[in-house]
């Protein structure tokens, strides 16, 4: 019964009863019907053939059912090992140090805007001098959204929130593409 699947192991043990209670049912018709030529013994080595096979039968059944409390707990590791092995490529500490690169660089974008806007709020009113009006300098645009143009370029102020939320879009677009080419090259 060596590496059989827990129901081979359950069927040749009923197989095994079955046939020992077929013997014996076929010696005891055999007597009924007059057969002088079958004895007391062969009856009753039959019958204890029979509650040999019955033992074997429950101990097939036991082996069968250990057999698969091993199947359930090796498919058990396996999947725990399968997550584990994936998990590990995502620690805590990983996920940390990638926000705190994420919170950096975050931080550098948003400084970048503010800059940008305190550079243009700053300009506006010196650009704005009778001075400048004489060159290619237009100053313009309402408070919140104040602009310079400077040579044809407009220089206009920016809205940290509005870029930050467009970082974090973009990257969870990117994120979703990602994701489902993981998941089509582990279908395929």
Not at 73 to 100: S, Y
Not at 158 to 185: I, K, T, W
Request: hydrophobic share 40%; glycine share 4%.
């Amino acid at each position: 019964m060596t590496n059989q699947t827990p129901d081979q192991i359950t069927a040749a043990g009923d197989q095994e009863a079955a046939e020992a209670e077929q013997l014996l049912a076929a010696l005891e018709d055999r007597v009924r019907d007059g057969d002088d030529t079958v004895t007391a013994e062969q009856v009753e080595e039959a019958r204890g053939l029979r509650r040999f096979a019955q033992l074997r039968r429950e101990a097939a059944q036991r082996k069968a059912e250990s057999a698969r409390k091993a199947q359930t707990n090796a498919e058990a590791a396996r999947r725990r090992d399968a997550f584990l092995a994936t998990v590990t490529d995502c620690t805590p500490e990983d996920i940390g140090a990638a926000a705190k690169r994420a919170e950096d660089a975050l931080f550098e974008l948003l400084d970048l805007v503010d800059r940008r806007n305190h550079a243009i709020q700053a300009a506006i009113p010196q650009l704005a001098s009778p001075v400048c009006h004489e060159s290619d300098l237009d100053v313009g645009g309402s408070y919140q959204h104040e602009t310079v143009t400077v040579e044809g370029t407009v220089y206009a102020q920016v809205g940290g929130r509005s870029v930050a939320d467009r970082a974090l879009n973009e990257a969870a677009n990117r994120l979703m593409h990602a994701d489902l080419a993981r998941r089509s090259s582990r279908a395929a």
